[in-house]
């Protein structure tokens, strides 16, 4: 696509594409959503693709970068305004479960490309730095906590990513059970957490 801003029909196409190939991936995985299935279902040609986005590979790549700063955006304002590292801790959980949540279809794209699309794919993206930008939100809570006496001494980077890894853990579990209460997910996820971190004289 040319560098000149795109009108708003090139636009609403973009993210029409961008809506196909996101059902195709939930519904057939990424290896099976080809270019020529994403185009039907966008109901277009296949020719027409390259003209918003050059191969498969920037596709998806635009599927990640919009989840990412879809979530950034609807969570890092609730974790501000929170008030202390304990209760930023638990809106920090129920806030990434709520938007997975609420981007159902998105959310599981993404988590099937992140799983089967390898490096090479996804490139500077997800690189150690920028695959997951929640760590490095998560350390300075951690951090914080751990310096005011809310949290015990623990290793914060483990902490950070076995958090994390809990959060994505609501995939596997909403694939299996479509109906799974995540907002009573996102209670016991954040109770659970807080207790894990707590200063021993705070948990008593």
Known sequence: MADKQ????????????????????????????????????????????????????????????????????????QVEAAVGPTAKLGTFIRANLAYIKDHPKPMAAAFDIVMNAGTATLGPIMTPAAIDPRIIGLGQILRAGQKNGEFRLFDIHIMAVTITQAIDGIHGQLKASPTLDVAYYADELSSLFLHATQAHSRSR
């Open 6 to 77: 795109p009108t708003f029909i090139q636009a609403a196409r973009r993210q029409q594409i961008l809506a196909a190939a996101i059902d195709a991936i939930v519904e057939l995985g990424y290896a099976r959503a080809s270019l020529a299935e994403i185009a039907r279902r966008a109901g277009i040609t296949k020719t027409a693709i390259p003209y918003y986005f050059n191969t498969k590979d920037a596709l998806v790549r635009q599927i990640i970068i919009d989840v990412f700063m879809g979530g950034g955006a609807y969570i890092q304002p």
